[in-house]
Protein backbone atom coordinates (compact mmCIF):
# COMPACT_ATOMS: atom_id res chain seq x y z
CA UNK A 1 0.00 0.00 0.00
CA UNK A 2 0.96 3.42 -0.72
CA UNK A 3 1.11 5.66 1.86
CA UNK A 4 2.17 9.02 0.91
CA UNK A 5 -1.50 9.61 0.78
CA UNK A 6 -1.83 9.34 4.11
CA UNK A 7 1.40 11.43 4.70
CA UNK A 8 0.01 14.18 2.78
CA UNK A 9 -3.22 14.28 4.54
CA UNK A 10 -1.10 14.41 7.55
CA UNK A 11 0.38 17.34 6.24
CA UNK A 12 -2.40 19.05 4.90
CA UNK A 13 -3.97 19.19 8.05
CA UNK A 14 -0.91 20.03 10.33
CA UNK A 15 -0.34 23.29 7.71
CA UNK A 16 -3.88 23.68 7.98
CA UNK A 17 -4.18 24.00 11.08
CA UNK A 18 -1.09 26.22 12.02
CA UNK A 19 -2.54 29.01 9.49
CA UNK A 20 -6.22 29.02 11.18
CA UNK A 21 -4.76 28.97 14.27
CA UNK A 22 -3.17 32.09 13.49
CA UNK A 23 -5.53 33.42 11.21
CA UNK A 24 -8.77 32.63 13.79
CA UNK A 25 -7.12 33.95 17.48
CA UNK A 26 -6.61 38.11 16.29
CA UNK A 27 -10.36 37.13 14.13
CA UNK A 28 -12.04 35.43 17.17
CA UNK A 29 -11.07 38.75 19.61
CA UNK A 30 -12.33 40.71 17.18
CA UNK A 31 -15.06 39.19 16.63
CA UNK A 32 -16.03 38.75 19.97
CA UNK A 33 -16.20 41.78 20.80
CA UNK A 34 -19.57 43.63 20.56
CA UNK A 35 -21.30 43.30 17.30
CA UNK A 36 -21.57 45.38 14.26
CA UNK A 37 -23.07 44.69 10.61
CA UNK A 38 -19.94 44.46 9.29
CA UNK A 39 -19.14 41.85 11.66
CA UNK A 40 -22.52 39.96 11.26
CA UNK A 41 -21.75 39.71 7.29
CA UNK A 42 -17.80 38.52 8.06
CA UNK A 43 -19.15 35.77 10.40
CA UNK A 44 -21.68 34.68 7.97
CA UNK A 45 -19.20 34.60 4.74
CA UNK A 46 -16.79 32.24 7.35
CA UNK A 47 -19.65 30.01 8.79
CA UNK A 48 -20.45 29.59 4.90
CA UNK A 49 -18.63 26.45 4.46
CA UNK A 50 -20.24 24.64 7.30
CA UNK A 51 -23.56 24.42 4.91
CA UNK A 52 -22.69 24.98 1.57
CA UNK A 53 -21.72 21.70 -0.91
CA UNK A 54 -17.99 21.19 -0.58
CA UNK A 55 -18.13 20.76 -4.39
CA UNK A 56 -19.66 24.10 -4.75
CA UNK A 57 -16.90 25.73 -2.84
CA UNK A 58 -14.25 23.77 -4.64
CA UNK A 59 -15.99 25.00 -7.94
CA UNK A 60 -16.03 28.50 -7.33
CA UNK A 61 -12.47 28.31 -5.76
CA UNK A 62 -11.24 26.30 -9.14
CA UNK A 63 -13.20 29.09 -11.16
CA UNK A 64 -11.32 31.91 -8.68
CA UNK A 65 -7.75 30.57 -9.16
CA UNK A 66 -7.77 29.51 -12.77
CA UNK A 67 -5.00 30.45 -14.41
CA UNK A 68 -6.60 31.38 -17.58
CA UNK A 69 -8.46 34.11 -15.94
CA UNK A 70 -9.26 36.70 -12.91
CA UNK A 71 -7.33 36.51 -9.93
CA UNK A 72 -5.79 32.89 -10.78
CA UNK A 73 -3.85 34.77 -13.83
CA UNK A 74 -2.84 37.36 -11.83
CA UNK A 75 -1.27 35.34 -9.54
CA UNK A 76 0.22 33.20 -12.24
CA UNK A 77 1.10 36.16 -14.33
CA UNK A 78 3.09 38.50 -11.08
CA UNK A 79 4.21 36.02 -8.66
CA UNK A 80 4.47 32.53 -10.38
CA UNK A 81 1.75 31.25 -8.17
CA UNK A 82 -0.53 28.35 -9.20
CA UNK A 83 -3.55 27.12 -6.85
CA UNK A 84 -5.11 24.91 -9.20
CA UNK A 85 -3.97 21.46 -8.97
CA UNK A 86 -1.40 22.12 -6.33
CA UNK A 87 -0.54 21.18 -3.05
CA UNK A 88 -0.59 25.26 -2.66
CA UNK A 89 -4.44 25.02 -3.21
CA UNK A 90 -5.32 22.15 -1.29
CA UNK A 91 -3.86 24.42 2.18
CA UNK A 92 -5.68 27.14 0.66
CA UNK A 93 -9.28 25.20 -0.29
CA UNK A 94 -8.73 23.67 3.50
CA UNK A 95 -7.60 26.95 4.97
CA UNK A 96 -11.10 28.51 3.82
CA UNK A 97 -13.25 25.03 4.24
CA UNK A 98 -12.14 24.23 8.02
CA UNK A 99 -12.37 28.21 9.00
CA UNK A 100 -15.97 28.16 10.89
CA UNK A 101 -14.27 24.73 12.71
CA UNK A 102 -11.74 26.68 14.10
CA UNK A 103 -12.99 29.86 14.47
CA UNK A 104 -16.32 29.29 16.50
CA UNK A 105 -15.06 27.55 19.41
CA UNK A 106 -12.66 30.43 20.24
CA UNK A 107 -14.92 33.08 19.60
CA UNK A 108 -17.85 31.22 21.71
CA UNK A 109 -15.22 30.51 24.34
CA UNK A 110 -13.49 34.42 24.48
CA UNK A 111 -17.68 35.75 24.58
CA UNK A 112 -18.48 33.40 27.73
CA UNK A 113 -15.20 35.10 29.23
CA UNK A 114 -16.26 38.04 31.55
CA UNK A 115 -15.76 41.76 30.52
CA UNK A 116 -14.33 41.99 33.07
CA UNK A 117 -11.30 39.88 33.01
CA UNK A 118 -10.10 42.09 30.69
CA UNK A 119 -10.82 44.95 32.75
CA UNK A 120 -9.26 44.21 35.62
CA UNK A 121 -6.14 43.52 33.68
CA UNK A 122 -6.10 46.92 32.05
CA UNK A 123 -6.24 48.72 35.17
CA UNK A 124 -3.40 47.24 35.96
CA UNK A 125 -1.91 49.25 32.90
CA UNK A 126 -1.41 45.78 30.54
CA UNK A 127 -1.95 46.65 27.00
CA UNK A 128 -4.84 45.05 25.02
CA UNK A 129 -1.60 42.45 23.87
CA UNK A 130 -0.49 41.40 27.05
CA UNK A 131 -4.26 40.61 28.50
CA UNK A 132 -4.93 38.67 25.51
CA UNK A 133 -1.84 36.27 25.88
CA UNK A 134 -2.09 36.28 29.89
CA UNK A 135 -5.55 36.27 30.78
CA UNK A 136 -7.89 35.25 27.76
CA UNK A 137 -5.71 32.59 26.04
CA UNK A 138 -4.99 30.80 28.97
CA UNK A 139 -8.70 30.94 30.53
CA UNK A 140 -9.56 29.44 27.36
CA UNK A 141 -7.75 26.41 26.60
CA UNK A 142 -10.48 23.13 26.60
CA UNK A 143 -11.94 25.63 23.97
CA UNK A 144 -8.80 26.06 22.30
CA UNK A 145 -7.99 22.84 22.04
CA UNK A 146 -11.32 21.50 20.88
CA UNK A 147 -10.90 23.90 17.86
CA UNK A 148 -7.26 22.70 17.23
CA UNK A 149 -8.63 19.02 17.08
CA UNK A 150 -11.88 19.68 15.08
CA UNK A 151 -9.99 21.36 12.68
CA UNK A 152 -7.36 18.88 12.28
CA UNK A 153 -9.66 15.85 11.98
CA UNK A 154 -12.14 17.80 9.68
CA UNK A 155 -9.14 18.33 7.47
CA UNK A 156 -8.23 15.00 7.28
CA UNK A 157 -11.75 14.13 6.41
CA UNK A 158 -11.74 16.53 3.35
CA UNK A 159 -12.87 15.43 -0.22
CA UNK A 160 -15.16 17.29 -2.53
CA UNK A 161 -13.41 20.50 -2.14
CA UNK A 162 -9.80 18.99 -2.43
CA UNK A 163 -11.26 16.88 -5.23
CA UNK A 164 -12.11 19.89 -6.99
CA UNK A 165 -9.11 22.05 -7.12
CA UNK A 166 -6.79 19.52 -6.48
CA UNK A 167 -7.95 16.82 -8.56
CA UNK A 168 -5.73 13.57 -7.97
CA UNK A 169 -1.95 13.66 -8.80
CA UNK A 170 -0.23 11.22 -6.87
CA UNK A 171 2.23 12.82 -4.57
CA UNK A 172 0.70 15.99 -4.77
CA UNK A 173 -2.93 16.34 -4.54
CA UNK A 174 -3.65 12.69 -4.26
CA UNK A 175 -4.88 13.01 -0.20
CA UNK A 176 -5.94 9.65 1.90
CA UNK A 177 -10.08 10.35 1.07
CA UNK A 178 -9.74 10.69 -2.48
CA UNK A 179 -7.60 7.30 -2.09
CA UNK A 180 -9.77 5.88 -0.85
CA UNK A 181 -12.34 6.74 -3.14
CA UNK A 182 -9.84 6.02 -6.70
CA UNK A 183 -9.32 2.27 -4.70
CA UNK A 184 -13.11 1.87 -4.50
CA UNK A 185 -13.37 2.80 -8.15
CA UNK A 186 -11.03 -0.30 -8.98
CA UNK A 187 -12.39 -2.26 -7.09
CA UNK A 188 -9.65 -2.47 -4.44
CA UNK A 189 -10.71 -3.05 -1.75
CA UNK A 190 -8.76 -4.15 0.78
CA UNK A 191 -6.73 -0.74 0.11
CA UNK A 192 -9.75 1.45 0.59
CA UNK A 193 -10.38 -0.34 3.84
CA UNK A 194 -6.74 0.42 5.17
CA UNK A 195 -6.66 3.76 4.29
CA UNK A 196 -10.46 3.93 6.23
CA UNK A 197 -9.10 2.03 9.24
CA UNK A 198 -5.68 4.64 8.97
CA UNK A 199 -8.03 7.37 9.29
CA UNK A 200 -10.56 6.05 11.34
CA UNK A 201 -7.73 5.45 14.34
CA UNK A 202 -6.40 8.82 13.74
CA UNK A 203 -9.93 10.77 13.74
CA UNK A 204 -10.79 8.36 16.97
CA UNK A 205 -7.82 8.98 18.95
CA UNK A 206 -7.73 12.85 18.16
CA UNK A 207 -11.47 12.99 19.29
CA UNK A 208 -11.40 10.56 22.63
CA UNK A 209 -7.81 12.61 23.55
CA UNK A 210 -10.31 16.01 23.47
CA UNK A 211 -12.73 14.47 25.57
CA UNK A 212 -10.22 13.06 28.12
CA UNK A 213 -8.69 16.19 28.59
CA UNK A 214 -11.57 18.56 28.84
CA UNK A 215 -13.06 16.21 31.14
CA UNK A 216 -10.34 16.89 34.12
CA UNK A 217 -10.45 20.40 33.13
CA UNK A 218 -14.13 20.71 34.11
CA UNK A 219 -13.96 21.61 37.73
CA UNK A 220 -12.58 25.44 35.91
CA UNK A 221 -15.04 27.60 37.22
CA UNK A 222 -15.43 28.80 33.65
CA UNK A 223 -17.22 25.90 32.78
CA UNK B 1 -7.94 67.31 43.40
CA UNK B 2 -10.51 65.46 41.72
CA UNK B 3 -12.51 67.04 39.85
CA UNK B 4 -15.63 64.92 37.88
CA UNK B 5 -18.91 66.12 36.28
CA UNK B 6 -20.15 63.78 33.92
CA UNK B 7 -23.63 61.93 32.31
CA UNK B 8 -24.65 58.94 31.05
CA UNK B 9 -27.60 57.55 29.86
CA UNK B 10 -28.08 54.70 31.95
CA UNK B 11 -30.62 51.38 30.77
CA UNK B 12 -33.13 51.00 32.94
CA UNK B 13 -36.65 48.87 33.59
CA UNK B 14 -38.94 51.52 32.93
CA UNK B 15 -37.03 53.05 30.12
CA UNK B 16 -33.98 55.23 30.24
CA UNK B 17 -32.53 57.59 33.21
CA UNK B 18 -29.71 59.69 33.45
CA UNK B 19 -26.89 59.29 35.71
CA UNK B 20 -25.29 63.15 36.70
CA UNK B 21 -22.64 63.07 38.73
CA UNK B 22 -21.03 66.80 39.70
CA UNK B 23 -18.24 67.20 42.44
CA UNK B 24 -14.71 67.88 43.35
CA UNK B 25 -12.56 65.37 45.96
CA UNK B 26 -9.48 66.29 47.70
CA UNK B 27 -6.79 63.81 46.96
CA UNK B 28 -5.93 61.30 49.50
CA UNK B 29 -9.41 61.38 50.85
CA UNK B 30 -12.04 58.51 51.26
CA UNK B 31 -15.56 58.90 49.88
CA UNK B 32 -17.95 56.21 50.81
CA UNK B 33 -20.90 55.93 47.78
CA UNK B 34 -24.15 54.97 48.61
CA UNK B 35 -27.96 54.48 46.85
CA UNK B 36 -30.30 52.45 46.12
CA UNK B 37 -29.54 49.26 43.24
CA UNK B 38 -29.54 50.24 40.01
CA UNK B 39 -28.93 54.10 40.60
CA UNK B 40 -25.60 53.68 38.87
CA UNK B 41 -23.09 53.15 40.94
CA UNK B 42 -20.74 50.86 39.95
CA UNK B 43 -21.29 52.86 35.99
CA UNK B 44 -19.84 55.61 37.93
CA UNK B 45 -16.92 53.45 38.64
CA UNK B 46 -16.12 52.35 35.50
CA UNK B 47 -16.30 55.53 33.85
CA UNK B 48 -13.62 56.71 36.33
CA UNK B 49 -11.69 54.02 35.47
CA UNK B 50 -12.48 54.67 31.44
CA UNK B 51 -13.94 50.90 31.18
CA UNK B 52 -17.62 52.84 30.12
CA UNK B 53 -17.73 56.01 28.26
CA UNK B 54 -20.38 59.00 29.08
CA UNK B 55 -22.27 60.87 26.70
CA UNK B 56 -20.75 63.79 28.16
CA UNK B 57 -18.32 64.98 30.74
CA UNK B 58 -15.11 65.97 32.11
CA UNK B 59 -12.82 64.34 34.67
CA UNK B 60 -9.34 65.99 35.84
CA UNK B 61 -6.87 64.14 38.37
CA UNK B 62 -4.61 66.48 39.94
CA UNK B 63 -4.33 68.40 36.99
CA UNK B 64 -4.40 65.57 34.37
CA UNK B 65 -7.34 65.72 31.80
CA UNK B 66 -8.57 62.28 31.92
CA UNK B 67 -11.87 62.71 30.15
CA UNK B 68 -13.21 65.59 28.25
CA UNK B 69 -16.12 64.71 25.81
CA UNK B 70 -15.95 67.93 24.18
CA UNK B 71 -12.59 67.76 22.97
CA UNK B 72 -12.41 64.14 22.31
CA UNK B 73 -10.22 63.20 25.15
CA UNK B 74 -10.61 60.02 27.54
CA UNK B 75 -7.49 58.82 28.36
CA UNK B 76 -7.58 54.59 28.07
CA UNK B 77 -7.94 52.59 31.17
CA UNK B 78 -4.30 51.88 31.03
CA UNK B 79 -3.10 55.36 30.92
CA UNK B 80 -5.28 56.60 34.15
CA UNK B 81 -4.44 52.78 36.30
CA UNK B 82 -7.20 53.80 38.64
CA UNK B 83 -7.34 49.88 41.08
CA UNK B 84 -10.52 48.82 40.70
CA UNK B 85 -11.99 45.83 43.14
CA UNK B 86 -14.80 44.36 41.10
CA UNK B 87 -18.06 43.22 42.56
CA UNK B 88 -17.26 39.58 41.10
CA UNK B 89 -13.62 40.02 41.79
CA UNK B 90 -12.83 39.33 38.39
CA UNK B 91 -10.21 36.92 39.49
CA UNK B 92 -7.92 35.38 36.56
CA UNK B 93 -8.51 31.63 36.81
CA UNK B 94 -5.57 30.79 35.45
CA UNK B 95 -3.31 32.55 37.87
CA UNK B 96 -2.17 31.51 41.98
CA UNK B 97 -2.83 33.72 44.11
CA UNK B 98 0.97 35.02 43.83
CA UNK B 99 0.54 34.99 40.11
CA UNK B 100 -2.25 37.66 40.29
CA UNK B 101 0.10 40.06 42.44
CA UNK B 102 3.22 39.01 40.03
CA UNK B 103 1.18 40.05 37.25
CA UNK B 104 0.12 43.59 38.47
CA UNK B 105 4.26 44.34 40.38
CA UNK B 106 7.47 42.97 40.38
CA UNK B 107 8.24 44.37 43.67
CA UNK B 108 8.98 41.42 45.74
CA UNK B 109 8.68 42.86 48.96
CA UNK B 110 5.69 45.16 48.67
CA UNK B 111 3.68 41.59 47.54
CA UNK B 112 4.55 39.84 50.82
CA UNK B 113 3.34 42.82 52.94
CA UNK B 114 0.18 42.58 50.66
CA UNK B 115 -0.01 38.77 51.36
CA UNK B 116 0.43 39.37 55.06
CA UNK B 117 -2.05 42.17 54.92
CA UNK B 118 -4.64 40.17 53.06
CA UNK B 119 -3.75 36.97 55.45
CA UNK B 120 -3.10 34.51 52.25
CA UNK B 121 0.68 33.89 52.28
CA UNK B 122 -0.20 29.92 53.27
CA UNK B 123 -2.74 30.19 50.28
CA UNK B 124 -0.21 31.87 47.95
CA UNK B 125 0.42 28.76 45.48
CA UNK B 126 -3.55 28.32 45.19
CA UNK B 127 -5.72 29.27 42.31
CA UNK B 128 -8.97 31.47 42.67
CA UNK B 129 -11.41 28.30 42.56
CA UNK B 130 -9.72 26.91 45.39
CA UNK B 131 -10.46 30.05 47.83
CA UNK B 132 -13.20 30.87 49.38
CA UNK B 133 -15.65 33.88 48.72
CA UNK B 134 -13.70 36.24 51.50
CA UNK B 135 -10.53 34.79 50.07
CA UNK B 136 -11.35 35.77 46.82
CA UNK B 137 -12.60 39.21 47.72
CA UNK B 138 -9.28 39.74 49.54
CA UNK B 139 -7.19 38.62 46.77
CA UNK B 140 -9.10 41.34 44.33
CA UNK B 141 -8.16 43.92 46.99
CA UNK B 142 -4.65 42.97 47.14
CA UNK B 143 -4.36 42.75 43.32
CA UNK B 144 -6.07 46.33 43.16
CA UNK B 145 -3.24 47.85 45.58
CA UNK B 146 -0.14 46.10 44.06
CA UNK B 147 0.18 48.35 41.24
CA UNK B 148 0.02 51.48 44.29
CA UNK B 149 -2.60 53.06 42.18
CA UNK B 150 -3.20 56.70 43.20
CA UNK B 151 -6.96 56.41 42.60
CA UNK B 152 -8.59 53.52 44.31
CA UNK B 153 -12.11 52.08 42.86
CA UNK B 154 -14.12 49.32 44.76
CA UNK B 155 -17.27 48.35 44.09
CA UNK B 156 -18.72 46.39 47.26
CA UNK B 157 -15.27 45.46 48.67
CA UNK B 158 -16.20 43.74 51.91
CA UNK B 159 -19.42 41.75 51.12
CA UNK B 160 -17.97 38.64 51.52
CA UNK B 161 -16.01 38.87 54.93
CA UNK B 162 -16.33 38.50 57.76
CA UNK B 163 -17.44 40.90 60.47
CA UNK B 164 -13.62 40.21 62.29
CA UNK B 165 -11.44 40.05 59.19
CA UNK B 166 -13.53 43.36 57.65
CA UNK B 167 -12.43 45.57 60.35
CA UNK B 168 -8.65 44.26 60.52
CA UNK B 169 -8.62 44.52 57.16
CA UNK B 170 -10.46 48.05 56.96
CA UNK B 171 -7.56 49.08 59.91
CA UNK B 172 -4.48 47.75 57.60
CA UNK B 173 -6.39 49.48 54.20
CA UNK B 174 -6.29 52.81 56.25
CA UNK B 175 -2.46 52.93 56.72
CA UNK B 176 -1.72 51.72 53.29
CA UNK B 177 -4.19 54.34 51.77
CA UNK B 178 -2.40 57.10 54.16
CA UNK B 179 0.96 55.53 53.36
CA UNK B 180 0.44 55.55 49.21
CA UNK B 181 -1.38 58.88 49.25
CA UNK B 182 -4.73 56.80 47.84
CA UNK B 183 -7.55 58.86 47.01
CA UNK B 184 -10.47 56.38 47.64
CA UNK B 185 -14.28 55.96 45.92
CA UNK B 186 -16.07 52.58 48.18
CA UNK B 187 -19.26 51.73 46.57
CA UNK B 188 -21.43 50.11 49.77
CA UNK B 189 -25.06 48.69 49.99
CA UNK B 190 -24.16 48.75 53.84
CA UNK B 191 -22.45 52.43 54.91
CA UNK B 192 -22.43 51.75 58.24
CA UNK B 193 -19.67 48.87 57.69
CA UNK B 194 -17.45 51.89 56.57
CA UNK B 195 -17.66 54.20 59.63
CA UNK B 196 -14.24 54.89 60.58
CA UNK B 197 -12.74 54.60 57.02
CA UNK B 198 -14.67 57.07 55.20
CA UNK B 199 -14.66 60.53 55.89
CA UNK B 200 -17.13 61.71 52.66
CA UNK B 201 -20.15 60.53 51.42
CA UNK B 202 -22.23 60.41 48.30
CA UNK B 203 -25.58 59.32 47.39
CA UNK B 204 -26.26 58.37 43.85
CA UNK B 205 -30.13 57.45 43.42
Given amino acids: ?223 | MISIDIEKKLKAYQGQQVLKISGEFATCSITKIYGPSGAGKTTFLKVIAGFVQPEKGNITVEGLTWLDTASKISLPPQKRMAGFVFQDYALFPNMTVLQHLQYATKDAAWIQRLLAIGKLETLATHKPEYLSGGQQQRLAILRALATKPKFLLMDEPFSALDPEMKVELINELKLIFNELGTTVFIVSHNPQELEGLAEHEMNIH
Fill in chain 1, 1 to 223: MDLNPIWLTLKLAGITTVLLLAISLPVAWWLSKGRSIFKVITEAIITMPLVLPPSVLGFYLLLAFSPQHGMGKWLQQTFDVQFVFSFKGLVLASVIYSMPFMLGPIKSALQQLPVSLSQASYSLGKTKWQTFMHVLLPNIKPSLLTAIVLTFAHTLGEFGVVLMIGGNIPNVTRVASIAVYDSVEQMDYSTANAYSLILFGITFILVISVFVFNKYRLKSPLE
